[in-house]
Structures are given as structure tokens and as C-alpha cells.
């Protein structure tokens, strides 16, 4: 089935079948078009152009979508998120207000133990209906791939359940869902004191069990104060790979971790978080293929110092956007305000952040071959906006929503 969506007021997020992803400068540039049309083909792009060069011919085929002067985007890829997880922490909140940090706020059983505790009573039914719910959410604030990990379970059984769960969600939704194993998210409650215990339980059991179901498609490690250190990290990161596990792992949120080092030795695919990363950790990432991905939603909630958005993009270094959606430091997947939250507090200018938001967000998912800009052959996973004034208006209109309709896997949504 051909479906022609016409008089887009602009199409953007235009790039070169060839870009894969965009570093320093090139994250400025991007391909508009203005008084455009796009043709999809069964669940991917056609073709696009100008309405004045369209053929009136191929306004005959099977569907056809006025987009009413609105602009067309790629989708938002979110490359870092906690979805499936047992409801919400809002007492953590108040706790932060009251100034309890959030490792103190682990250090006295809260945080991701918290979650644990109450994943473990709930059934997978449970977490796969209120986890849809989020999805449906997810959805219509414009995003059209998102990364599900676990990390709630912190025992066998339990990250498997987590990832069955997104399984079946992956088999539900339109979304172009990947999932990664995350049981080094924290020790688990029963192994308090006994962190080598836990790494091996991690390695020995949870990991060849993860690769027997086919559960995961990356490996991830929390590494950073108080958390893995960088030789646990390691251990697990070989484990994981050797299983089929790309690696892809948490570090410098709370310190300069030495996770940098270790998730660049081992060709990780995203190093995420980075807020208290040093000058020298950043220099480990030039030259290689692993995305600096960055989570202000988690700074804006936890009241923290920011990730080096523009110094990083100014020494030559790409960067994905993520929304780190989870009920204890970041209850929000709307991967608007985090483009917009780029441009406040770490002064990327608009194109730069939906670049980062887009491409270079699914690079760090790696699906950027199939999604995160139009371009001729990729999926149609498309955002259609009301009419804006320009690109700029996206963050600067920071609380408007602006979708109208969906377009995942070619269909409307």
C-alpha cells in the first residue's frame, strides 16, 4: 500500500542515505524542505519533494493525508529508558525536596531497590498492561523507537520477567522497541554485603539465561559511585558480549566512574548519563564509535549538574538525547522537553538537539540504518506537527503539544 501525505508546510530531519550518524559540527546541519510532499511505500519512504514538482498523478494513490500546512519530522528515538517498571515513587520525591540525596536515598533501601521490592509482587501481566499505558504516552508526545531496559528484578526470575515483558510489548506495539539487560542496575537485597556474589550471580546465571530466551538485544552495567566498579563492569561487559550482547553501560552520573574508559575498551555502543564526567573522560571518546548519549530530564529532576552538551558537540564529539523515563529519577519519556532541556541548560541550538534526538539517538539504539531521518528507504516513522513557524519553535514551545498524528511503521497510529 503507497500513502502520499501532502502540503507539509516543512519536512525536516532530511539526511543522506550514508549518514549513519553526526558528530560536531555536522549536528548544525540538517535537510529542510519547505511546501512538501512524501510518498510511503507498504512501511517506508518513497520519495519526498516540493509540491510544486509533485505529480498530479500520484495523487490517485491508495491513501492520501493533507498535513494541513503541519511539519513533518522523523520520529524521536529514545535510546535510554526504564519503562517497565512497578509504579511510582513520588515519596522519593518529597524526600528530595527535603534534601536527602539520591544516593543517601539508596543507602537507606529507597531508589532502585525500592522498585525491586515491588516489582517482585507484581505478575507480568501487571507490568505489561501499565507498561502499554506508558507506551501509549510515549507515543503521542512524537516518539517511534525507544530502548526498554530491565534493572528492577536484581534476581533471575525477575529480569527475566522484565524482559519477557518487553518481549511481548515488541510483539504489541507499533513502536520499534530494543531491549537491554540491565541486572547490574544494583545489588540485589538479598546479596547486601556481598557485592561479589551478586556480580557472579549476574554473570554465571542471569546472563546465560538471558541468552537462552533470546531476551536482549545490548548488555548494561550501572558503573559509578556506589555502585559497579570499573573491574565488576568489565567482567560483566565480556560475559555479556560473549552471549550476543552488544554492551552499552551507565557511567558518570554521580562521579567520574571510570566507566568511560572501560565502556570504550570494550566498543560500547552508547555511554549514557556522563554528568560528572571529566575533561578526560570525554577526550576517551574521540575517534571512536561509541555515542556520548545524555539525560537532561535526569539532572532537570534530580536538581544536578548537566552533561557538557555544547563543549562536548564543540570538540568534535556526536551526542544522542535521552529521556531515562523511571519512576525514581526521571518519571517522564516526553522527548520534546528533553530537546528543549538541551537547548536551555546545555545551550545546543534546536537543530542540534533533534539531530541528537533523531539520528544520532537511533545510532545509539543501532537502528539509524532503518530510522531516525527521512531519508529514501528508511521506515516511515514519522511525527505530523501543527503548523509551526520554524524548527526553532519545537523547544522553544516547551510545554505545547504539537503532534497531530503518528506515523509508525507506515501506518497511521
Known sequence: MKTLIYNIGMLAGIHPVETRRLQGGELGEMGVIDDAWLLIDDDRIASFGKMKDLDKLVLGEDTAIDAEGGAVLPCWCDP????????????????????????????????????ADRLHAMSEDELFSDTMQRLEELIATGTGCVEIKSGYGLNTADELKMLRVVKRLQQSSPLKIVSTFLGAHAVGRNYAGRQSDYVALVIDEMIPAVAKEGLADYVDVFCDDGFFTPEETERILQTGASHGMRPKIHACELASSGGVRVGVEHQALSIDHLENASDEDLQMLAGTGTMPTLLPGTSFFLNMPYAKGRHMIDSGLGIALASDCNPGSTPSSDMKFVVSLACIKMRLTPVEAINAATLNAAYAMGVEKDYGSITVGKKANLQILHPIPSLDYIPYAYTRRLVKRMVLEGRMV
Open 80 to 115: 535510554h529508558t526504564h519503562l517497565v517498571y512497578p509504579g511510582s515513587r513520588e515519596g522519593e520525591f518529597v524526600d528530595k525536596i527535603r534534601g536527602l540525596s539520591y544516593a543517601e536515598i539508596a543507602r537507606r533501601g529507597g531508589g532502585i531497590l525500592n522498585s
